[in-house]
């Protein structure tokens, strides 16, 4: 009897095991269904590119598309159920030249035959989630926020300005002023990595268009005869130039030839997007071989150009390196900076660069920068060869003028290699291009939907200029006391295919658009901010006085299209006519005074102390500040300026004018809608599974990568 009963205990202690077990086993799961969800929630979290707008880095839905006359493999924008597109890029609609039909970036064939294509998904990664609240974010920054049209989705962009600045586009670089600067400067890349990253290739002699003769562009030609003679261009299948030149040769150099379109910002990934071809050449360029000198005399050279100026590197087998300048019609040489590097053995290859980005030269050795040009000061002459020969006034300069000229556009830059002094070969030989961001207008007008009603109260319209392009800064308001309302600026880097902050014209109704006390925020008006009959009658009595008074000082400045519209305004709500007058057409005429009004506000000292006296009107005791610095000689900054004037406005007409202040700037970001920091490519877009091509959900493990 004890033995069964020991046997009974043995078996009850199994099962209370296998029941701790299997406790421990569901108590383990849920711990770590907890700290999944904590994660998601407070740490990291993971996100799916859905569009090309940051392409080729970062990609949405596309089809790889492998070029069938160069081999060279570029991603292709693919829309989820555009099957016509599908066909003809896999070659069922041969023979057709649609403007939609995939173009290599680097060899420039029109992909209308059949040839290898796969389907890929959007690329997918890891977002760190509230590091902007241990560290403030960083220009250049890839970052996900919740779009201000519509706060259901999840962009990601490039971080470009950062409260406090004024930012502007101008020929594809960004420029950046803070206020008590006295003008804009480029902003540049701050890590090479991040510079790396952002290069587009322009063309690869690697990759040779198998359908073109040796002479049809993109290719790079001998300049003369001599140069034809000396330089071998069909070295592996014309992957290699080397240059068959003895020791006493002069120099002999090939010029890249391009096809019209090489030096605009086109992307393979993108499918009928157009340029402006007079405005929108890159100039910011770097070139880069694969040296392998074969005497010890031999030398290269690299030269490119920007407008009329011409930057060229160069480099010795005995190591001794050389920047140098000029201008167009100068005969000599400025060297701005010379180095020495370990002396090349014949045979063994370096790699050589020369870039020319962000208003900077510099002459790139296995990976170094051995010289730099010297960068400008403010008060540098405009013509000292010494340094570089641009600053955002001298481009602003130069491009208003090509606009005048009317003609050309600007100059189509030259890439150009030089060999002397004895033989040498040149390998993987590659011309790179910038991202360039693009300036174009506003593409549509506000939403018919409350979301649209913000940029209407503003007047905002289709066709104006976008936000922060050139002409046109956007100034991003810091907020000490609320940092939450702080506001950024964000840009894609496929630019002529992004929906960013340069064009949106609605704001999300969840937004925090206002502060209705008046102590904070933008002083610029809106039409929500206006009592339109009261204003324009009051506007009308004090225009119509004898003494001077702040309505004759208001019609005075007011533009001309402005005044106008005040007229049209006043006979329609105002006046008893038989003509009728639209929403919409009333909207228009209110949008017109308001930026006829802001216009004021920003360019004009309205205030004068007997006009606002006569009109018995006393600014109020927040101006008497900025009302002393005035008395005593001082000058308002900018915005000092537009609050001084918007009370002022406010002080004569009373509650015709509320108080209420923007909080947020059509075009921005608000801090409280950025999510974090995009850091890593942890499932980039991925291969279908076999016989299922249209399910591509096996990571390519490859390009899994950081994100710069």
């Known amino acids: 009897m004890a ?83 599908f066909r003809r890029v896999n ?12 173009v290599c970036p680097t060899c420039r064939h029109r992909s209308t035959d059949e040839h290898r294509v796969r389907l890929s998904g959007g690329d997918r990664v890891l977002v760190m989630k509230y590091l902007y609240r241990f560290r403030k974010p960083e220009p250049w920054d890839v970052v996900v926020f919740k779009n201000p049209q519509d706060n259901r989705q999840n962009y990601i962009k490039r971080l470009i300005g950062l409260p406090g600045e004024q930012i502007e586009v101008v020929h594809g670089n960004v420029f ?35 359908y073109r003769d040796a002479d049809s562009p993109p290719v790079w030609k001998p300049i003369g ?52 071809q007079a405005v929108d050449v890159i100039s910011d360029l770097k070139l880069a071989v694969t040296y392998f000198p074969r005497a010890p005399g031999s030398r290269i050279s690299l030269l490119l150009t920007s407008f009329d100026y011409q930057f060229r590197a160069e480099l010795g087998a005995d190591g001794t390196a050389r920047l140098l300048h000029r201008r167009d019609g100068d005969a000599d040489w400025t060297t701005w900076d010379e180095a020495s590097v370990s002396l090349l053995a014949p045979g063994r290859g370096c790699e050589v660069a020369l870039s020319h980005v962000d208003f900077r030269v510099t002459l790139w050795v296995d990976g170094k920068a051995v010289a730099v040009s010297p960068g400008r000061s403010p008060g540098d002459r405009e013509d000292d060869r010494t340094k570089y020969p641009l600053d955002y006034r001298l481009l602003k300069r130069k491009l208003e003028a090509i606009a005048r000229a009317g003609a050309g556009g600007v100059p189509i830059p030259a890439a150009r290699i030089g060999a002397s002094g004895g033989g040498c070969e040149l390998a993987h030989v590659r011309l790179f291009r910038d991202v360039y961001y693009t300036s174009p207008p506003l593409p549509r007008d506000p939403a018919a939907a409350p979301e649209g009603d913000f940029a209407r109260a503003l007047g905002v319209a289709r066709g104006q200029p976008g936000w922060g392009v050139m002409g046109h800064p956007i100034k991003l308001a810091e907020y ?14 496929n630019s002529p295919s992004s929906l960013d902050g340069r064009l949106w014209t609605s704001a999300a109704v969840t937004l925090r658009l206002y502060d209705e006390s008046g102590a904070a925020g933008d002083p610029m008006l809106d ?68 930026r006829g009004l802001n216009h004021l506000l920003g360019a004009a000292e309205l205030y004068s102390a007997d006009a606002w006296r006569a009109a018995g009107a006393k600014l109020p005791a927040e101006a008497e500040a900025l009302t002393r610095i005035r008395a005593e000689g001082g000058k308002l900054s900018a915005d000092q300026q537009r609050q001084y004037n ?49 399910l591509p959900i096996i990571p390519n493990v490859g390009r899994m990568r950081l994100i710069r």
């Open 225 to 276: 005869e001599t140069a034809r003679l000396l330089w071998n261009r069909s070295v592996q299948g014309g992957r290699r130039l080397r240059f068959d030149g003895s020791a006493g040769a002069g120099e002999a150099q090939l010029a890249f030839d391009g096809d019209g379109e090489a030096f605009l910002p086109r992307y393979g990934y993108n499918a009928g997007v157009e340029a402006d």
């Open 480 to 493: 000490p006391d609320n940092p939450d309302l702080n506001q950024y600026f964000v840009l894609g880097d």
């Open 527 to 594: 039409t929500t901010m206006v009592r339109w009959g009261p204003l324009l009658a009051e506007l009308r009595r004090q225009a119509a006085a004898e003494a001077d008074s702040p309505g004759k000082r208001v019609m005075a400045a007011l533009p001309a299209d402005a005044k106008a519209a005040v007229g049209d305004l006043s006979e329609a709500l105002l006046e008893t006519t038989d003509t009728y007058v639209s929403e919409y057409d009333l909207g228009r005429l209110k949008g017109r005074v308001v």
């Open 646 to 694: 918007r009370m002022a406005l406010e002080s004569a007409f009373g509650d015709r004018i509320s108080r209420r202040r923007r909080t947020y700037q059509l075009g921005t970001v608000p801090r409280y809608s950025l999510i974090g920091k995009a850091i890593f490519v942890y499932w980039p877009a991925g291969f279908p599974i076999p016989g299922l091509p249209n």
């Open 91 to 102: 070659g069922r609609s041969a023979g057709r030249r649609s403007s939609s039909a995939p």
């Open 176 to 210: 950046v002023r803070r206020d008590g600067e006295a003008d804009f400067r480029i902003r540049r890349k701050p890590k090479r990595n991040v510079q790396e990253a952002m290069w587009h290739v322009l063309f690869d002699n690697d990759y040779r268009n198998r």
């Open 3 to 85: 033995i069964v009963v020991g046997s009974m205990s043995k078996v009850g202690s199994k099962a209370q095991q296998e029941l701790a077990s299997i406790r421990d086993t569901i108590e383990s799961i849920w711990v770590a269904i907890v700290l999944a969800f904590v994660l998601r929630a407070f740490v990291v979290e993971a996100f799916v590119i859905p569009t090309g707008s940051m392409a080729p880095r970062l990609l949405g839905e596309h089809l790889n598309i492998q070029c069938p006359a160069c081999g060279y493999e570029y991603a292709f924008g693919w829309s989820a159920g555009d099957e016509e597109q």
